[in-house]
């Protein structure tokens, strides 16, 4: 019911930015609850970013609170990730994410398993 498409992944150098996006593709945008993850080989996917399906809500992983912000556009359908003052451990695959189920929640979520349905990830590659 639900494809997600991510963009934006590149290289770049460090200290640099780069915007991530995620468009949504059937059933209601509005209502679902969207993440993004990150993944590096061998290790766990790790939280990064969350929003609430209004908007009102945010939270971040510590490792980057201050330097990305994660948003929505509803008429877009479509989820962003700004990254500035990039380093080299950002490097990784990111992905984003949503949350489809009902019941809807108006919290925060920042586990894999609060999501319904994944996007195929998207190359982020910090040089020094």
């Known amino acids: 019911q639900v494809q997600l498409v991510e963009s934006g992944g590149e290289l770049v150098q460090a200290g640099g930015s780069l915007r991530l996006s995620c468009a949504v593709s059937?059933?209601?945008?509005?209502?679902?609850?969207m993440g993004w993850f990150r993944q590096t080989p061998g290790k766990e996917r790790e939280f990064v970013a969350a929003?609430?399906?209004?908007?009102?809500?945010?939270e971040y992983v510590d490792s980057v609170k201050g330097r990305f912000t994660i948003s929505r556009e509803y008429a877009k359908n479509t989820v962003y990730l700004q990254m500035i003052s990039l380093k080299p451990e950002d490097t990784a695959v990111y992905y984003c994410?949503?949350?489809?189920?009902?019941?809807?929640?108006?919290?925060?979520?920042?586990?894999?398993?609060?999501?319904?349905?994944w996007g195929q990830g998207t190359q982020v590659t910090v040089s020094s």
């Open positions: 994410a949503a949350r489809t189920r009902t019941p809807r929640s108006r919290g925060i979520h920042t586990a894999q398993v609060d999501y319904d349905y």
């Open positions: 059937g059933g209601t945008f509005s209502t679902y609850a």
């Open positions: 929003i609430n399906y209004s908007g009102g809500s945010t």
